[in-house]
């Protein structure tokens, strides 16, 4: 597995456009109106999808943005990803470009699962997180047309001071939706998101004792970003639990709309630039993805500690809040008091 991981990321996620219609208060992207000139275009997406193609097993690609719905050549680019028999998932915006017709021309495309952000219980959170009235319930319309169309549907949560206490009743929400897996984003304090929204490390551990728990109770997939101790909560109430953990530059890694690659999308330091260079080569080679891949790098208590191969920290959280990608995750309350 660790060397698999090595070799190829598990999942690629891959920002298409940073162009956008919603305003969402965390955007990573600092989503922006009109798209940006300087965006890979088809030809410069293929030549990376027969990089890609060339894996004996090839990563998940997640088409992001911004809005992937803003390219007019959405349809080509998946079209280009299923002829090379790339497995892709889709991860719009909830806007008017993404409705029935949309979905049913996906699923024809070969796209395998759509995933939709659900950020509250209720209009009210989710819509004011959002940044857009009547998100919320367009989201629910939008997962039911996923599922009866025969596709997966993973609902996405970014979790911070805003969206905490939500959590229970999401967990409800999203098992009534008929989700294959639930995806529960901690807030990073990169691009719109401030530090002021982010969890603490005693707020993170509580809410991912709920999370491991939560997860015995229901048959569909839940996995957690940006908090990787959550293997370790996990293997507390599950111990035969032997899921591999995929973190930043390890089995995980984000190509920008412009090509620059990184070892993920709340990371902000680029390993290379697809225009310039193989991503199976920047993946493989660029000397910050393999130093991430590296513990024994790792600074503070994440450097003495028994999960640091399986967990290892948010070296996101480490940059965003530290300036040093390889310091000890600030968002873990385990490494502050040392096991």
């Known amino acids: 597995m660790n060397h698999a991981i090595h070799e190829a990321p598990h999942v690629l996620t891959w920002e298409l456009t940073r162009a956008c219609a919603l305003h969402c208060r965390h955007c990573r992207a600092k989503a922006i109106v009109h798209r940006d000139a300087s965006e890979l275009s088809l030809a410069e997406i293929e030549r990376v999808l027969d990089d890609l193609e060339g894996y004996e097993w090839p990563p ?44 049913a021309r996906w699923k024809a495309l070969g796209v395998r699962s759509v995933a939709l952000s659900l950020d509250g219980a209720s209009a009210r959170v989710h819509d004011g997180f959002r940044g857009v009235p009547g998100t919320y319930q367009r989201t629910m319309e939008m997962a039911r047309q996923v599922t009866s169309h025969g596709m997966r549907l993973q ?66 997939r839940v996995t957690v970003v940006a908090a990787p101790q959550y293997r370790r909560a996990l293997e507390r109430t599950m111990p ?40 199976r080569t920047i993946y493989q080679e660029s000397p910050l993805m393999t130093a991430l891949r590296d513990v024994s790098l790792l600074k503070g208590q994440c450097a003495h500690c028994e999960w640091n191969q399986s967990c290892g920290g948010s070296r996101a959280r480490a940059y965003a809040v530290t300036g040093d990608v390889f310091a000890a995750d600030p968002g873990c309350i385990y490494a502050a008091v040392g096991g």
């Open 60 to 103: 998940v690609v997640v088409f992001t943005g911004g809005d992937p719905l803003e390219r007019p050549d959405l349809d080509e680019i998946l079209q280009a990803a299923g002829k090379r028999q790339i497995r892709t998932a889709m991860a719009p915006s909830v806007t008017p470009r993404l409705n029935e017709e949309t979905i």
């Open 155 to 220: 609902i996405n949560t970014a979790v911070g001071t805003y969206t905490a206490s939500e959590l229970e009743a999401l967990g409800d929400r999203v098992q009534s939706l008929g989700v294959s897996s639930w995806e529960i984003f901690f807030v990073v304090p990169t691009g719109r998101a401030r530090l002021s929204e982010a969890l603490s490390s005693e707020q993170i551990e509580e809410r991912l004792t709920w999370i491991a728990e939560y997860a015995q109770t229901v048959e569909f």
């Open 240 to 279: 035969d639990n032997k899921r591999p953990s995929l973190r930043e530059g390890r089995g995980f890694a984000f190509i920008d709309h412009q090509g620059f690659v990184y070892p993920s999308g709340y990371l902000p330091l680029k390993a290379g630039n697809v225009r310039e260079e193989g991503f």
